[in-house]
């Protein structure tokens, strides 16, 4: 286990893959692999097409062409399989409101079939873990976003995944609880060798945690490598300043289609 | 069977949990009952076609396991609105057991409306002819509110907003409701309505209801009880199906 970081079996492998919503090219032929039990970050403006590769690879999304293999499974056509090997914390709110916590992560155990001794376990350690123990039996509406967000990460390592992807994890998170996340993560990933797939904002997060980096922008990968490569290639001294360089200064707007729509809508009809 | 049941059991808080919806859906119904049936009772009896309340009450029941079942179906626009349906959608279990989990919950909890409803009903006035009886009705109601769930399901997998939920209901419920036979009698109707009776499904669950719990049918037990069962499972066929094919 402590030599996996070593190993070269590729646990993630991308070649040329393609993915186009009617006239919006999100992704645009891309070809990247992570080794088993390395940590791998994304990093991107908005828009950048982090979020389409991710839904790609955990099955949420069929591609338009190119190939995917995640732990050996095609996630198009090994849907199953591909899905038992990772867990996902993503980027937008994926709790049932009207549930409790501990509800959620039981919910979360039966599907992915965690025997029910392990599962209570595991469930009791993790909700400590997040600081939700006392409030684990109070429904998730009443929670803030920084809690349902632990509350989420929690779920994410319930079945103790191969592959962990994280969509932008800390967003909303305080410092104290940020730091936490990422030294479990980091432990989690040396002690079990969980290969990590994460997006973030967070520069400094970035360059503390992630093994090696893929800026993207516009669908496309424009470079990749350790932080130190990154700042030789850019002849920059920070990974803010090389992403800076490589990404350019301009604001990006997040194509926000039927799906904001929906949601004001929503917001607007109100919850039942 | 872990995740069938699963799904089925957050079906059933949820619909226990949103006791304003529950009230709600009750309202309803009853005050059709009541408007309906004594409003008219009289006229009923006059042209000769007996006790309206009898007649009305397995079609109030059926209306208020409709609305329960389609709208516990429709769920599937709220899960994707609020997130839960990714966390569905990217677990290592078929679309099939997701989806019979759900639509079985969702019927479970239309059924246990229909069954207030009928006891609503019978307080307000409403007679059965046989206690024994109520077995074969439950059956209908279950296999109505399946066939409704599913149907929802089956719609709300497609939809990508809210925008269409207006819609789903004036243009599907009301007149899936309002052409059945569940208000009026299906005998010497113009032909045109006649033969729209005749497609529309939730007839043959009115029919069978009515049927088992007061004795009167028109198209016969047999009849109903193969229309509203095949129905059912081609619908969970075609719903599977389409939820399969779910992309977020």
């Given at each position: ?272 | ?68 079942a389609?709208?516990?179906g429709i769920?599937v ?18 679309r099939f057991?997701i989806m019979l989990?759900r639509t079985l919950?969702g019927a ?38 399946m066939l409704f769930t599913a149907l929802g399901t089956a719609i709300a997998s497609k ?72 129905l059912s499972i081609i619908v969970l066929a075609i719903g599977s199906y389409v939820f399969s094919k779910t992309?977020?």
């Amino acid at each position: 286990m402590v030599n996996e970081k070593k190993s070269t079996k590729k646990i993630i492998e991308v070649e040329n893959l393609v993915k186009n919503f009617e006239e919006i090219k999100a992704v645009k032929n891309i070809s990247f692999s992570v080794q088993a039990g390395e940590i791998f970050a994304f990093l991107g403006p908005n828009g950048a097409g982090k979020t389409t590769t991710i839904k790609m690879l955990t099955t949420l999304l069929h591609p338009t062409s190119g190939k995917l293999l995640i732990n050996g499974f095609d996630p198009v056509h090994q849907q199953s399989d591909a899905r038992a090997s990772f867990g996902i914390i993503f980027q937008d709110p994926s709790l049932d409101d009207e549930l409790t916590a501990l509800e959620n992560l039981e919910f979360h155990g039966v599907l992915y079939k965690v025997p029910k001794k392990i599962r209570r376990e595991r469930i009791n350690q993790l909700l400590k873990f997040v600081e939700l123990w006392d409030r684990r039996n109070d429904l998730v509406k009443h929670f803030s976003g920084g809690m349902k967000r632990r509350l989420e990460i929690a779920r994410g390592l319930l079945h103790h995944p191969k592959i962990l992807f994280l969509d932008e994890p800390t967003i909303g998170l305080d410092p104290q609880t940020r730091n936490h996340l990422w030294n479990y993560i980091k432990s989690l990933n040396e002690k079990e060798g969980m290969t990590v797939f994460l997006t973030t904002h967070y520069m400094e997060e970035a360059a503390k945690i992630a093994d090696r980096i893929a800026i993207i922008d516009h669908g496309k990968i424009i470079k990749q490598g350790t932080v130190s490569d990154l700042k030789k290639a850019t002849k920059t001294n920070s990974l803010e300043e090389a992403f800076l360089k490589l990404t350019g200064h301009s604001i990006r707007e997040e194509t926000a289609g039927a799906k904001e729509g929906f949601r004001a809508h929503a917001r607007a009809w109100g919850r039942r | 069977m872990g995740a069938i049941y699963i799904m089925w059991l957050r079906q059933l808080k949820r619909y226990w949990r949103s006791k304003p919806r529950m009230l709600g859906s009750l309202a309803q119904p009853l005050l059709f009952f009541v408007a309906l049936g004594f409003g008219l009772g009289p006229i009923f009896q006059k042209a000769g076609s007996g006790n309206y309340l009898e007649f009305l009450g397995p079609g109030i029941i059926t209306m208020s396991i409709l609305f329960t079942a389609m709208f516990a179906g429709i769920e599937v626009i709220w899960d994707r609105q609020f997130g839960f349906l990714k966390e569905t959608l990217v677990a290592p279990v078929s679309r099939f057991k997701i989806m019979l989990g759900r639509t079985l919950g969702g019927a479970t909890t239309a059924t246990l409306q229909g069954v207030v409803i009928l006891i609503l009903t019978f307080i307000i006035g409403f007679r059965i002819s046989n206690p024994w009886n109520l077995i074969p009705a439950l059956i209908f109601m279950f296999l109505t509110a399946m066939l409704f769930t599913a149907l929802g399901t089956a719609i709300a997998s497609k939809l990508e907003d809210m925008q269409a939920f207006p819609l789903i209901i004036n243009f599907l419920i009301m007149p899936i409701f309002f052409l059945s036979g569940a208000l009026f009698p299906l005998d010497n109707l113009p032909s045109i309505l006649t033969t729209i009776t005749r497609i529309n499904p939730l007839s043959y669950c009115v029919d069978g209801l009515r049927g088992t719990l007061t004795g009167v049918y028109n198209f016969g037990m047999g009849v109903d009880l193969l229309v509203v069962s095949v129905l059912s499972i081609i619908v969970l066929a075609i719903g599977s199906y389409v939820f399969s094919k779910t992309e977020v």
